[in-house]
Protein backbone atom coordinates (compact mmCIF):
# COMPACT_ATOMS: atom_id res chain seq x y z
CA UNK A 1 0.00 0.00 0.00
CA UNK A 2 1.56 3.16 -0.69
CA UNK A 3 2.00 5.70 1.88
CA UNK A 4 2.55 9.57 1.27
CA UNK A 5 3.52 11.55 4.58
CA UNK A 6 4.07 15.06 4.14
CA UNK A 7 5.71 17.77 6.18
CA UNK A 8 7.19 21.36 6.49
CA UNK A 9 4.09 23.59 6.47
CA UNK A 10 3.93 26.26 8.74
CA UNK A 11 3.14 29.87 9.48
CA UNK A 12 5.35 32.27 7.65
CA UNK A 13 5.16 36.08 6.85
CA UNK A 14 3.96 37.24 3.02
CA UNK A 15 7.63 37.33 0.58
CA UNK A 16 8.70 34.58 2.66
CA UNK A 17 10.05 30.69 1.93
CA UNK A 18 8.75 27.18 2.77
CA UNK A 19 9.80 23.85 1.47
CA UNK A 20 7.14 21.01 1.72
CA UNK A 21 8.49 17.40 1.75
CA UNK A 22 6.34 14.14 0.84
CA UNK A 23 8.33 10.89 1.49
CA UNK A 24 6.77 8.21 -0.35
CA UNK A 25 6.91 4.23 0.57
CA UNK A 26 5.23 1.22 -0.60
CA UNK A 27 6.33 0.96 -3.39
CA UNK A 28 8.47 1.42 -6.76
CA UNK A 29 7.27 4.75 -8.42
CA UNK A 30 8.80 4.40 -12.06
CA UNK A 31 5.84 4.43 -13.54
CA UNK A 32 4.07 7.03 -11.34
CA UNK A 33 3.19 10.49 -11.56
CA UNK A 34 3.33 12.94 -8.45
CA UNK A 35 1.53 15.98 -7.56
CA UNK A 36 0.83 18.63 -4.73
CA UNK A 37 -2.86 20.33 -4.15
CA UNK A 38 -4.17 22.39 -1.63
CA UNK A 39 -6.87 23.34 -0.29
CA UNK A 40 -8.94 26.37 1.52
CA UNK A 41 -11.96 25.78 4.00
CA UNK A 42 -15.54 25.96 1.42
CA UNK A 43 -13.02 25.35 -1.46
CA UNK A 44 -12.29 22.46 -3.91
CA UNK A 45 -8.76 20.64 -3.86
CA UNK A 46 -6.66 22.96 -6.50
CA UNK A 47 -4.03 21.79 -8.41
CA UNK A 48 -0.16 23.23 -7.94
CA UNK A 49 1.99 21.26 -9.43
CA UNK A 50 3.16 17.76 -10.68
CA UNK A 51 6.02 15.74 -12.04
CA UNK A 52 6.89 12.65 -13.70
CA UNK A 53 8.69 10.36 -10.88
CA UNK A 54 11.49 9.00 -13.60
CA UNK A 55 11.58 11.81 -16.23
CA UNK A 56 11.29 14.61 -13.98
CA UNK A 57 8.85 16.37 -16.21
CA UNK A 58 7.37 19.28 -14.61
CA UNK A 59 4.01 21.10 -14.36
CA UNK A 60 2.76 24.21 -12.78
CA UNK A 61 -0.42 25.60 -12.45
CA UNK A 62 -0.14 29.55 -13.34
CA UNK A 63 -0.85 31.07 -10.08
CA UNK A 64 2.34 29.38 -8.43
CA UNK A 65 4.39 29.65 -11.52
CA UNK A 66 7.84 31.30 -11.16
CA UNK A 67 7.53 31.03 -7.41
CA UNK A 68 6.82 27.42 -6.71
CA UNK A 69 9.04 24.59 -8.15
CA UNK A 70 8.62 21.21 -7.07
CA UNK A 71 11.01 18.22 -7.68
CA UNK A 72 11.98 15.08 -6.33
CA UNK A 73 14.82 12.90 -5.54
CA UNK A 74 14.09 9.09 -6.53
CA UNK A 75 16.96 7.84 -3.94
CA UNK A 76 15.19 9.35 -1.04
CA UNK A 77 11.58 8.54 -2.76
CA UNK A 78 10.67 12.08 -1.56
CA UNK A 79 8.59 15.14 -3.36
CA UNK A 80 9.28 18.61 -2.70
CA UNK A 81 7.73 21.99 -2.56
CA UNK A 82 10.00 25.00 -3.32
CA UNK A 83 7.91 28.08 -2.41
CA UNK A 84 9.08 31.17 -2.52
CA UNK A 85 7.38 34.77 -2.33
CA UNK A 86 4.73 33.54 -0.57
CA UNK A 87 1.46 35.92 -0.45
CA UNK A 88 -1.51 35.32 1.92
CA UNK A 89 -3.58 33.67 -0.71
CA UNK A 90 -1.33 30.66 -0.70
CA UNK A 91 -2.30 29.55 2.64
CA UNK A 92 -4.09 26.50 2.92
CA UNK A 93 -3.59 22.85 3.38
CA UNK A 94 -1.12 21.14 1.17
CA UNK A 95 -1.59 17.87 0.14
CA UNK A 96 0.87 15.35 -1.73
CA UNK A 97 -0.76 13.03 -4.24
CA UNK A 98 0.27 9.80 -6.59
CA UNK A 99 -0.95 8.41 -9.63
CA UNK A 100 -0.34 4.74 -11.17
CA UNK A 101 0.98 6.77 -14.40
CA UNK A 102 3.71 8.70 -15.64
CA UNK A 103 1.20 11.16 -17.35
CA UNK A 104 1.01 14.44 -15.33
CA UNK A 105 -2.40 15.56 -14.66
CA UNK A 106 -4.69 18.50 -12.99
CA UNK A 107 -7.37 16.73 -12.11
CA UNK A 108 -7.80 15.33 -8.54
CA UNK A 109 -10.03 12.09 -9.10
CA UNK A 110 -7.32 10.38 -11.08
CA UNK A 111 -4.76 10.60 -8.11
CA UNK A 112 -5.03 7.26 -6.59
CA UNK A 113 -3.20 8.04 -3.09
CA UNK A 114 -2.93 11.07 -0.84
CA UNK A 115 -1.20 12.43 2.21
CA UNK A 116 -2.73 13.44 5.17
CA UNK A 117 -1.87 17.53 4.27
CA UNK A 118 -0.21 19.92 5.75
CA UNK A 119 -0.98 23.20 6.57
CA UNK A 120 0.74 26.40 5.31
CA UNK A 121 -0.10 29.93 6.13
CA UNK A 122 0.96 33.24 5.38
CA UNK A 123 0.58 36.24 7.31
CA UNK A 124 0.42 39.78 5.94
Known amino acids: QVQLVESGGGLVQAGGSLRLSCVAS????????MAWFRQTPGKEREFVAA????????FHADSVKARFTISRDKAKNTLYLQMNSLKPEDTAIYYC?????????????????WGQGTQVTVSS
Open 97 to 113: AARESATQVIITTLYNY
Open 26 to 33: GRTFTHYS
Open 51 to 58: ISWMAGHT
